[in-house]
């Protein structure tokens, strides 16, 4: 890189971070609402500008956040002992450990021999080897949080591999013959575990604090409930749709089983540190499934099962240190907290709530869910990060929706399942989005115009199919 070039990166930079600094300056020298206290007023400009920043991104959200959160402190918003609630709240630790968990899988290996044991098994047929591979992330999504990790980090390599095996390359024209089909299929099966478990997707534990500061009391268990049924008919059809929209040339595929085979002959006979580790993901799973009988909350699960991993040595404490995604997502993810918590106990949330909830008196909840899922979901265009997304929306949205008459519980999942699904939107909608199309295999058009249409499917199978199942399971 030339001088010039890095002195024109930086100064791009500075001039990102200027401007959601220029943000919160504006917001905060607006004169409160009537009704909103300065102070709750002051802390929308710091979490406003941080929300910017973290969209613009001239530094990594979690610095961004920790400046934000030394803003707080220095202007008086919040004391410094409130600054902090955020590291110690249970689901961050629930998000932190289970990055840990993810980790093993990773380490070991044991996600790979998965997908490749799958692709043995089922991947005769194009169609079958989608269904395999997007099963394979659905088997070790409840214990992998960086959908990032998941889809980039062991599947992706898998089909690259698989694609090019097939003479699939984007370098020469022939991305269609089964790499487009595969990858854009595992983009959206990513999208679809990611909600269906509330440890799938960083964003989610974090749609559950926010939840919980209206009361509503999710778990582990309540969650994967009511998106078990909208999410495997979602992983069932939507493959079956790209495969009319978006076809692969190559239809069958009868040597995919050899080359999943010659794979897992080099990798040998399941090692003792995999023995462990699927034995410990088996502990994990059940107790978070049998959480509510057991009075094991699913962050203490979590804790175990990095206790166990440490015990058996699938992980050493370097392995814990060097994780990185976990210490950074114990930042952000703190601060966010915090700042979202005090919208709330300041009164900013409830006074927005109510406002516009006096706007959609006349209308029945119904309606009002509708309407407050659409926008949620399209406004995703502007963002580049599900989770500033969340962070930015999800508690005004919940508000509104209890404003206006929404049963609690039933507002608070769908808002929180959406905030996955809106990711099925553009090629920088998640951490696997711009990998996945980075690889060149689906041009941005057919990104785009693939997902607008799978956009409208989602909404048909989890509010149309969706409601039917919610009000079957009791959430309203």
């Known amino acids: 890189m030339t001088k010039s070039s890095s002195n024109s990166l930086y100064s791009e930079k500075y001039i990102k971070f200027l401007i959601a600094i220029i943000v919160g300056i504006i917001i905060w020298f607006i004169p409160a609402p009537i009704g909103v206290k300065p102070q709750a007023w002051h802390m929308l ?234 034995l410990i993901f088996v502990i994990v799973l059940l107790l978070w499934v049998t959480g509510t009988i057991t009075n094991i909350d699913a962050t203490l699960t979590a804790f175990i099962g990095l206790s166990l991993l440490l015990t058996t040595e699938v992980l050493t404490w370097d392995d814990v240190k060097s994780e990185k995604g976990a210490w950074d997502t114990l930042m952000w993810f703190s601060v966010l907290v915090m700042m979202a918590t005090q919208l709330n106990k300041l009164g900013l949330i409830p006074w927005l709530s109510n406002a516009i909830g006096q706007n959609v008196k006349g209308f029945s909840w119904p309606i009002i869910l509708i309407v407050l899922l659409l926008a949620y979901f399209y406004s995703h265009y502007i963002f580049a990060s599900s989770t500033a997304h969340v962070s930015a929306m999800y508690s005004a949205f919940l508000g509104v929706a209890i404003a206006g008459g929404v049963p609690p519980m039933l507002a608070a999942i769908s808002l929180g399942v959406f905030g996955n699904l809106f990711a099925s939107t553009t090629h920088y909608s998640s951490g696997p989005a711009p990998i996945l199309f980075g690889s060149g295999y689906v041009s941005q058009n057919k990104w785009w115009s693939l997902n607008f249409i799978l956009g409208i499917v989602y909404f048909i199978i989890w509010i149309g199919g969706g409601l039917v199942w919610w009000k079957i399971i009791g959430l309203y």
């Open 45 to 278: 400009a710091i979490f406003v500008a941080t929300i910017v920043g973290c969209i613009l991104k001239p530094f990594p959200i979690g610095a961004l956040s920790i400046i934000g959160l030394t803003v707080s402190i220095l202007t008086g918003t919040v004391t410094t002992k409130i600054a902090i609630e955020g590291f110690g709240n249970s689901s961050i630790w629930l998000i932190v450990m289970a990055f840990f968990i993810s980790r093993g899988f990773i380490k070991t290996g044991l996600g790979t021999r998965v997908a490749y044991l799958f692709v043995k098994s089922f991947g005769k047929k194009t169609l079958g080897l989608c269904y395999s591979i997007i099963f394979c992330d659905l088997v070790i999504a409840p214990a992998t949080p960086s959908n990032t990790a998941r889809a980039g980090g062991i599947i992706y390599p898998i089909i690259k591999s698989l694609s090019e095996a097939f003479g699939s390359k984007p370098e020469d024209g022939t991305e269609r013959k089964i790499g487009s089909f595969l990858i854009f299929c595992e983009f959206h099966g990513d999208i679809i575990t990611s909600a269906m478990f509330m440890t799938a997707m960083a964003a989610n534990p974090l749609a559950q604090s926010l939840a919980a500061t209206f009361g509503v009391q999710i778990t582990w268990l309540g969650w994967f409930i009511a998106a078990v049924v909208p999410g495997v008919i979602s992983l069932i059809l939507i493959p079956l749709i790209i495969y009319k929209l978006y076809a692969p040339e190559i239809k069958s595929t009868p040597n995919a089983p050899k080359f999943a085979k010659d794979a897992l002959k080099e990798m040998g006979p399941l090692k003792r540190s995999e023995k462990f580790m699927a």
